[in-house]
C-alpha cells in the first residue's frame, strides 16, 4: 500500500526558513515524478514546485522561484522542500504529492501526504 | 502562465439532481486537465484524468469531458457523500494550475 509521511512545518518568522519531509512508502519511488501541493487556510489547492525521478530537473510556481528549492534522496524514499525568505503569504498546509504516469500518460496526484502548517508570523 | 477559470464558485443541489462544474483554460491545455475532490480536513482525492479517464474506484456517476479550453465534471445523480469542493488542474503547461474550486452544498 502506498504511503506518503510528511513531518517538518510548524511556526516561523518572516524571512526565516523551514524544511519539509516526505518518506514514501509502497512503490518505487524512483520511478515516479513528485511534487509539492500548498492551501492556504480556507483557499484554494497551489501547485507549487515538483522534481523528476533522478532529481535533474525541477519546476517551481513563480511566486516561489529563487526561494524554495525542491530535492529528493531516492536512496531514502525521500522529498524534501527548503523554504527560505518566508513570507506570510506562504502560510498554508502543504502537502506532498505522487505523479502517476500509466502507459505513458500523466495521470495526476493520485496519492497525497496528510499535509503540514506552514505558519509564517 | 495558464490560468485556469472554474464556475460557478459554490453550487447548491439536492440528493438526486444532475450537476455540471465547468472550467475554463486561458489556451489550450488538449485534454490535460484532471479533476479533484476534496472534503473539509482532508486530503485532496483524484476522481478524473486527461479530461475524461475515471480512476479506479471512483463511482460512475461523475465523468469529465472536454478539450482545449473548455472543461465539464458532471454528477449525473448527487449521493450525500459527493458534497465535497471539486478543483479542476492543468498539466498541460508549467506551472501546473488548479482551478479556484466549487463548493458544491446541500440545498
Known amino acids: 500500500e502506498v504511503h506518503l509521511v510528511q513531518s517538518g512545518g510548524g511556526l516561523v518568522q518572516p524571512g526565516g526558513s523551514l524544511s519539509l519531509s516526505c518518506t514514501a512508502s509502497?512503490?518505487?519511488?524512483?520511478?515516479?515524478?513528485m511534487s509539492w501541493v500548498r492551501q492556504a487556510p480556507g483557499k484554494g489547492l497551489e501547485w507549487v514546485a515538483n522534481i523528476k525521478q533522478d532529481g535533474s530537473e525541477q519546476f517551481y510556481v513563480d511566486s516561489v522561484k529563487g526561494r524554495f528549492t525542491i530535492s529528493r534522496d531516492n536512496a531514502k524514499n525521500s522529498l524534501f522542500l527548503q523554504m527560505n525568505s518566508l513570507r506570510a503569504e506562504d502560510t498554508a498546509v502543504y502537502y506532498c504529492?505522487?505523479?502517476?504516469?500509466?502507459?505513458?500518460?500523466?495521470?495526476?496526484?493520485?496519492?497525497w501526504g496528510q499535509g503540514t502548517l506552514v505558519t509564517v508570523s | 502562465a495558464i490560468q485556469v477559470t472554474q464556475s460557478p464558485s459554490s453550487l447548491s443541489a439536492s440528493v438526486g439532481d444532475r450537476v455540471t462544474i465547468t472550467c475554463r483554460a486561458s489556451q489550450g491545455v488538449r485534454t490535460d486537465l484532471g479533476w479533484y475532490q476534496q472534503k473539509p480536513g482532508k486530503v485532496p482525492k483524484l476522481l478524473i484524468s486527461a479530461a475524461s479517464s475515471l480512476q479506479s474506484g471512483v463511482p460512475s456517476r461523475f465523468s469529465g469531458s472536454g478539450s482545449g479550453t473548455d472543461f465539464t465534471l458532471t454528477i449525473s445523480s448527487l449521493q450525500p457523500d459527493d458534497f465535497a469542493t471539486y478543483y479542476c488542474l492543468q498539466d498541460y503547461k508549467y506551472p501546473l494550475a488548479f482551478g479556484g474550486g466549487t463548493k458544491l452544498e446541500i440545498k
Open positions: 509502497g512503490f518505487v519511488f524512483n520511478s515516479l515524478w
Open positions: 504529492a505522487r505523479e502517476n504516469m500509466v502507459r505513458g500518460i500523466w495521470q495526476g496526484f493520485d496519492y
